[in-house]
């Protein structure tokens, strides 16, 4: 079922056209009121990782009710910091999936309920899709295109041959890098999330302990971390048996580089193999300095222009969820009321239909 499909009269020029978009598909809530696509009218955040971060992880239970106790206010401010009016709206877009399905639901019914109050169409996005478009919310994406996201859930090489088409060239087998990242720090007895602290510890560091690297198959675009952080929990255990004091430095160091290598190695050929005119970087693990650094560094040997968004828009937030859903709002294809969270949401199925 379509909703009120012709309430978006743009005769095809769609730069006016208005979205609120929601994102609750894991611990921060989020809505964002994005115009013709590219340009943020506002993008609030509430995050939960205070809460979160004394259990060492998210705890769904936990992620739903905070996003229930804090929606509508979010929304409230969004449209209030927008300057714009509820019926200014053309659509309502709000992530279906992939995430935590209750978390995800919180998000669908504060959807569906405005849209339906509104009389305007409703527009399930994918989390990932809103990671890979936050790069055209700062620079246009040209095609074809080359997405490497690191994510705490995803670690994918996604080919764009054309707007808002999806072709996943590989993935993790395992953990997701930023799942690896959050678990070597809990073992390190780091804060969650833990990537950040990671990160400072390694780039301190002058000191490496050197740590496999998964490259898998040869032409292989796959990616495997649970064997690097099974090392690096194997070296904390040696360490604490034998007493010995642990250079956490080093450790952190050592697996950053194999994580960064593997990354920057697999992303540089697959671009390469492709033709991509561009590699984008995104998802929360792009705010790492390291990736950044050697990513920009590989990217202009081989001549390939990196887009990398600002850290506020690597990590969750709804102004990406609505940059993405203006590909479907553009081509009018839209959600049915009957939208519901989907946490095995595949990408390339999400593409635009041409
Ligand atoms: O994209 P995101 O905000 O949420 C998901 O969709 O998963 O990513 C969160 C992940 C966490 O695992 C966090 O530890 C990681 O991004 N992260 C980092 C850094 N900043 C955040 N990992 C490595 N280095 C960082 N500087
Ligand atoms: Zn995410």
Redesign the pocket.
Known sequence: MNVNQSSVTSGGNFSDEIILAIET??D?TSAAVIRGGKHILSNVVSSQIEIHERFGGVVPEIASRKHVESITLIIEQAVKEAGVGLRDLSAIAVTEGPGLVGALLVGIVAAKSLAMALGIPLIGTH?IAG?IYANELVQDIVYPSLALVV????TELVLLEREGAFRILGRTRDD????A??KV?RALKLPY????H??RLASESQEEIVLPRAWLEADSYDFSFSGLKSAVLAAINQHRMKGLELNEGALARGFQQSVIEVLVSKALRAAKQSGARQLLLC???A???G?RAALTESCSAAGIPLLIPPNSL???NAAMIGAAAFLKLKRGQFSGLDLKGDPGLSLEKWSVNS
């Open positions: 598909s894991c921060e989390h990671h994510s705490g859930g995803h997701a890098v930023g799942e990242y959050d720090a999330p833990g990537g950040p990671i990160d998802g929360g693990v705010a790492n300095r990736l690597c990590t969750d």
